[in-house]
């Protein structure tokens, strides 16, 4: 990150945040910036990942449980991604955290990748710590949809328009792409 770190908030805050960071937006950006700092260093992902997670959780920058817990959505009852039942456990996989992790089996295998039981604790998605790496780590290794951010970004020219694949196909792809445009400014 070349702009310091004050002159990166005063961007962000006037260019996204209608000139004003509550406190927890900005524990929510020093973590994704710190988490991704000691383990990455191509700025144009650290903005899409910061776009992301801007749109995700609706501005807040701190993990949040879907807006309607699922409702209207298969992943919002009990059944697999196969549409087949489950039983045990007895929570709904609706989307939690800075990424809106969704699905049994996403719960189930992000959980093993990050050595957190997931399944069986799904509300640990809205610690801080593990949706900061769920959501790095995530877009990073592509294991939303198998599209990671390295097929966007680490080529001759980025693309944050299709990023929006490794997250949710092409749905508010444009929009997203313009809260990356601010992120990348602040940061370089």
């Keep these: ?28 950006i020093e973590a994704i910036l710190t ?17 992301t997670a801007y749109h995700e959780t609706a501005r807040t920058m701190q993990p949040v449980r879907e807006f309607g817990r699922g409702k209207g959505y298969d992943y919002g009852r009990q059944l697999r991604m196969d549409r087949q039942p489950y039983t045990t456990p007895k929570h709904i996989y609706y989307g939690r955290g800075l ?10 295998r992000t959980g093993k990748l990050i050595g957190q039981d997931l399944l069986n604790n ?22 939303f949809t198998g599209k990671k951010l390295a097929d966007y970004f680490l080529g001759p020219k980025a693309d944050p328009y299709n990023a929006r694949r490794i997250i949710n196909g092409l749905d508010k792809a444009q929009l997203i792409a313009s809260y990356y445009t601010v992120f990348l400014d602040a940061l370089t």
């Design 35 to 51: 988490y991704y700092k000691v383990r990455y260093s191509d700025l144009e992902s650290l903005a899409y990942i910061l776009a």
């Design 122 to 143: 799904p509300d640990l998605m809205l610690q801080l710590d593990v949706s900061v790496k769920v959501l790095v780590e995530g877009m990073v290794g592509g294991w």
């Design 1 to 28: 990150m070349s702009a310091n770190i004050k002159q990166f908030f005063d961007s962000v805050r006037s260019g996204l945040f209608e000139g004003r960071l509550t406190q927890a937006q900005v524990q929510g």
């Design 99 to 108: 990424v809106q992790l969704t699905w049994y089996e996403n719960y189930q």
